[in-house]
């Protein structure tokens, strides 16, 4: 299936059925694996949703920017946020993020699973450029389908994604310059997720952390 990823797709899905369900959503387990061991500092959260991730990250020292173009996710985001105590250490943005553009530059660049409205190796390119000197870039996507044989699992819980919002490792690590970067994480990973009335769905991730040289 094709889908624009634009505004009014995303709008569309945090008006259905799944809204309760994302909203509710637990931190990406990789996410905790990637950073858990990093400096807090500065944080960009690329496509927040309901905000899970930024909450995590809040919640660990950080302070945080959170973006992501549903104004009723960032709803969601904001009302967890401040149900956590943490409202006061996150910043949530309504944007665009194919012509957004931040007023700095972060220690921490991340993303989960987002999809803008383009293709998805330029939007990778995009967040990399939004990395500190020394900072670190984790991005967290769907791994391709030609890379897992299966047709199941992505993250979101509906249809699976276009191939053209998918990636493998090296795919995101060959836009990554060794000049400017080191890269210290690039890897495929599947994990089982339980969703609605117990069902097992296994999720096919690709896995990039890399850092930006001083």
Request: hydrophobic share 40%; with cysteine.
């Amino acid at each position: 299936m094709t889908h624009s990823f634009d505004k009014e797709y995303w709008d569309d899905i945090w008006h259905g059925d799944r809204a309760a369900s994302m909203g509710a959503g637990q931190t990406n387990p990789h996410l905790i694996r990637e950073v858990s061991h990093l400096k807090p500092g500065t944080a960009l959260e690329a496509g927040c949703g309901a905000g899970a991730e930024a909450i995590w990250l809040a919640q660990s020292g950080w302070q945080v920017t959170a973006a992501d173009v549903a104004a009723d996710a960032l709803a969601i985001a904001s009302e967890r946020a401040a149900a956590s105590g943490v409202a006061e250490r996150v910043e949530w943005v309504e944007a665009d993020l194919s012509v957004w553009e931040p007023h700095a530059q972060y220690d921490l660049v991340t993303t989960h699973y987002a999809h803008p409205a383009m293709p998805q190796l330029e939007f990778y390119d995009r967040l990399a450029t939004w990395v500190a000197p020394a900072g670190t870039l984790l991005i967290v996507g769907h791994l391709h389908p030609e890379h897992h044989g299966s047709g199941t699992g992505h993250g979101h819980g509906d249809d699976v994604p276009p191939a053209s919002a998918s990636a493998t490792a090296g795919g995101i690590t060959a836009r990554l310059d060794p000049a400017s970067w080191g890269i210290e994480t690039a890897q495929a990973a599947d994990r089982t997720v339980t969703g609605p009335g117990g069902h097992e769905t296994v999720i096919h991730d690709v896995v990039v952390r890399a850092r930006r040289h001083t």
